[in-house]
């Protein structure tokens, strides 16, 4: 069975590369069918680190969406996520399912306008 997700993107180490990198194994090992435009946002939480470049994909997968979380995890591994960092830190990469199969799954749509924004762009 196919699912459609949309994915919330985030960086703000090597942003550009690291989002292209995302983008390439979306493209490679999934069915990549929208790319929002990009968006540059301050960081929360812990201010004195780069600002972020934030975006949205639309995907088509046949993983289920636990498999499918566990993928975008192992994704941002690749591209070397450190995990011990702060919660708001930096990151190389960050994917999180934002919508899949049509419903919101991530409350943080509602409270952030620049995930919507992208969200709303390819949806």
């Given at each position: 069975m196919n699912h459609e997700c949309i994915?919330?993107?985030g960086s703000?180490?090597?942003?550009?590369?690291?989002?292209?990198?995302?983008?390439?194994?979306?493209?490679q090992e999934h069915n990549l069918i929208a790319v929002s435009?990009?968006?540059?946002t301050?960081?929360?939480?812990?201010?004195?680190q780069p600002d972020f470049l934030n975006g949205a994909?639309?995907?088509?997968?046949?993983?289920?969406?636990?498999?499918f979380r566990t993928y975008l995890k192992g994704v941002e591994d690749r591209l070397s996520r450190d995990r011990n960092s702060p919660k708001f830190?930096?990151?190389?990469?960050?994917?999180?399912?934002v919508i899949w199969d049509g419903n919101i799954i991530d409350p943080e749509y509602y409270?952030?306008?620049?995930?919507?924004?992208?969200?709303d762009e390819i949806f």
């Open positions: 994915i919330g993107i703000n180490i090597n942003a550009e590369q690291n989002f292209a990198a995302a983008l390439f194994f979306l493209r435009s990009k968006i540059k301050v960081p929360i939480g812990i201010t004195d994909a639309r995907v088509i997968t046949t993983m289920e969406k636990d498999d830190g930096p990151r190389t990469m960050d994917l999180d399912i409270d952030r306008d620049f995930l919507k924004t992208v969200v």
